[in-house]
C-alpha cells in the first residue's frame, strides 16, 4: 500500500507558469505596431481638410469719399485665398466690426476689396476735420506722400496759380502696393481745419489743383505775407 501511494504522488503533473501576453512580445511586434500607428496619424493628416481662406470684405456698391463705414450697409464677404503677407492689408469679416463708423478716405468700387487704408478716423482729437483730396497721383508729388508730410495745395485758375492752403498733414494716402482690382484711382487724405476744407472744395471742382510736399519748409501763406504777396 505505501509502495502504491509513493507511485501515484510521482505521477502528479508539474506546475507550468504562465506568461502575461505583453511579455510575449519582442520588439519585432512593437516594430509594427508602430508603423502602424504612426500610419493611421498619417492618413488622419492627409484626409483632414484644409483650412478654409478669409473671408475679405468687398464694397457692395460704389462708396464715395466722406462716407461713414457701415459694415452691414456697404459690404459683402468673399473669400480670398493670396499671400498672407497681402491679407494683412485688407478688412477681412473678423476684423471689419472694429471699423464701424469710421470714413472713406477715398472711393471704393462696387466689388473692390477694403483695406484697412481706405478708412480713417472721423475727426482729429485737435478738432481739424479729415478730408480726401482727389487728385491725380502725377499731380501729388508722384504719389511719393507718406502719413504725416507736411504738403502745401496750389490752385491754377486762369493761368493765375495761388496757394490755397499750406503746411497741411497728410493723415491717409492709398495703399498702392497691392489690390486685387488694379483700381488707378488716388487721393490724398488731409487733416485740415474748417475754413480751409471749405476753400478745397472750392478748388477742387474750379481749379486745376497741384499737391506739393513741403515736411520741414516754413509755410508758404506766411512767407507770401512776409515778403508782401
Do not use: C
Amino acid at each position: 500500500m505505501v509502495s502504491s501511494s509513493r507511485a501515484d504522488a510521482g505521477n502528479e503533473p508539474l506546475a507550468v507558469p504562465v506568461r502575461r501576453w505583453w511579455t510575449r512580445l519582442s520588439s519585432a511586434h512593437i516594430l509594427i505596431f508602430s508603423a502602424g500607428a504612426l500610419a493611421f496619424i498619417a492618413n488622419l493628416a492627409v484626409l483632414r481638410p484644409p483650412a478654409l481662406p478669409p473671408n475679405v470684405a468687398v464694397a457692395s456698391s460704389d462708396l464715395l469719399p466722406g462716407t461713414v463705414f457701415d459694415p452691414v450697409r456697404h459690404v459683402e464677404y468673399l473669400p480670398m485665398t493670396t499671400d498672407p503677407e497681402l491679407l494683412t492689408r485688407f478688412v477681412t469679416e473678423d476684423t471689419v466690426s472694429n471699423l464701424a463708423g469710421r470714413v472713406l478716405a477715398g472711393r471704393v468700387d462696387e466689388g473692390e476689396a477694403l483695406s484697412f487704408s481706405n478708412l480713417v478716423e472721423a475727426a482729429t482729437d485737435d478738432g481739424r476735420r479729415i478730408m480726401s483730396l482727389p487728385i491725380e497721383r502725377e499731380r501729388a508729388a508722384g504719389g511719393t506722400l507718406s502719413v504725416g508730410d507736411r504738403i502745401d495745395v496750389i490752385a491754377v485758375e486762369a493761368g493765375v496759380a495761388r496757394y490755397v492752403v499750406s503746411g497741411v498733414e497728410v493723415v491717409a494716402v492709398p495703399d498702392t502696393k497691392g489690390s486685387f482690382t488694379g483700381s488707378s484711382s488716388y487721393h490724398v487724405v488731409l487733416a485740415v481745419d474748417a475754413v480751409s476744407a471749405l476753400e478745397l472744395s472750392v478748388v477742387m471742382e474750379t481749379a486745376t489743383i497741384q499737391v506739393i510736399r513741403s515736411t520741414g519748409s516754413p509755410s508758404a501763406l506766411e512767407v507770401r505775407t512776409a515778403d508782401g504777396g
